[in-house]
């Protein structure tokens, strides 16, 4: 029930990234629900995460091995159980299977950075998923994004991925990322997982840039609810398969690979809401003209948070009320209504505070009917601005979650 979403029908490889995936049990027999990424040495890998305080015990060890700074290489990651809300024993579970994924490897369980996704406070299935281990690192291979990303889905549709190549002063240099959402996204971190990786040969600094940067404009610019998840992170791995010289933040080559990453996460997050839990429209709401990035968050979320907004959108409602409600107690407290321009596509709804006289019903039934359309909001406060993407709301929506855990 994706929104104009289609499934890529091809990833392109990453020079020293190999990858696997075999099937644990951990949701349900026979569909694969483990992956493992393998990197070569001198890969630099950076990480964002949730924010949720009740973070997951894999988040954890995430942040720990990454401020250790001991080379990162390789991932593994599950489906179908979130260990999170575990406890003491979801930790130790969690190191378990670091520390056999280690031994595969050979390397330190520090160099192995692990993730889950899935149903919040139960146990690993840990003794199956140890097991699965030897047919993860037998099956490691280059060219294993489409199935890695088939094995992360959990409530989503879709599965998502993107690769893009540009051409640098170094040679062409790749970019390819999965994802896994549909649900239980917001952002600071919007159950969300993302894995890119790249060829360049990007520092420590750059890479964390990069990354940072990229989900500033992507994934912390999407919601399908308003929920945090306990698991959210996304990464960025950087082998320097492509060139012989390091790039930092001011090399020539940082902006076009920095642009690059930023559209792949771009593609995967808008992916994750046209596959948002019964979704059946992508809105796209842009902010501007906000006295700082604040206020134009404010604004943005105060819509793309509004359940009445989004049951609205589902209907094909034109009842832009809502639009004006959401932005009014948004929190910008001197908000001069003056300044105030609001528009759906092509028709205006609201100048300079006032309804726009040449709106007509007909007009703004037609935009909100469409699968896709832009809300595009005009604070008159400064020069700030956002972009956020949102769906609707549906019955779907509250069936899925009604019926999660069974």
């Known amino acids: 029930m994706a929104v104009n979403l289609k499934a890529p029908e091809s990833l392109l490889p990453i020079a020293g990234v ?33 924010r949720n305080a009740f973070c997951a015990a894999p988040v954890t060890l995430c942040r720990e091995a990454l401020a250790a700074d001991a080379g990162i290489r390789g991932l593994l990651v599950n489906s179908g159980n979130a260990n999170a809300g575990t406890g003491q024993a979801g930790r130790q579970a969690a190191e378990a299977t670091v520390r056999a994924v280690a031994e595969s490897i050979g390397c330190a369980p520090t160099q192995v950075l692990p993730f889950s996704t ?50 640098t002063s170094q040679g062409v240099v790749t970019v390819t990322g999965i994802a896994k959402g549909a649900g239980m996204i917001c952002p600071d971190m919007a159950t969300l997982l993302g894995f890119v ?17 990229a989900v500033g404009r992507s994934f912390n610019c999407i919601t399908v ?26 090399h020539p080559d940082y902006a076009v690979i920095a642009d690059a990453v930023a559209e792949v996460c771009i593609e995967l997050a808008q992916a994750v809401i046209r596959d948002g839990e019964g979704a059946t429209r992508l809105i796209t709401i842009d902010v501007s003209e906000a006295g700082s990035e604040h206020e ?51 028709v205006a709804l609201i100048r300079n505070g006032e309804p726009d006289p040449a709106y007509e019903e007909s007009r703004g039934a037609a935009v909100f009917a469409r699968s896709e359309y832009v809300i595009r909001i005009r604070l008159g406060r400064g020069r700030e601005a956002i972009r956020v993407w949102t769906c609707d709301l549906g019955y779907d929506y509250v069936k899925i979650n009604a019926e999660y855990r069974t």
């Open 197 to 213: 990786g790249t060829d360049a040969r990007l520092t420590a600094e750059a890479t964390d840039r990069c990354l940072r940067d």
């Open 296 to 346: 134009a968050r404010l604004a943005a979320y105060a819509l793309a948070h509004s359940p009445l907004f989004k049951t609205a959108a589902f209907a094909g409602d034109a009842n832009w009320g809502r639009i004006l409600a959401a932005v009014g107690r948004c929190g910008i407290a001197d908000l001069d209504l003056a300044g105030l321009s609001i528009d759906i596509d092509e």
């Open 225 to 250: 609810d308003g929920d945090t998840s306990t698991n959210d992170s996304v990464v960025l791995f950087a082998t320097g398969a492509a060139g012989k010289t390091d790039v930092g933040p001011s």
């Open 118 to 167: 899935g149903v919040i406070g139960q146990p690993l299935p840990l003794q199956r998923m140890l097991d699965t281990v030897p047919a993860l690192h037998a099956g490691l291979k280059t060219d294993g994004w489409m199935a890695a990303a088939t094995a992360i889905m959990t409530t989503d549709t879709v599965m998502k991925g993107c690769s893009r190549q540009v051409a």
């Open 18 to 50: 190999r990858i696997g995936d075999a099937c644990a049990g951990i949701k349900r027999p026979g569909r694969s629900d483990m992956v493992m990424f393998e990197f070569v040495e001198g890969t630099q890998v950076a990480g964002v995460f949730t």
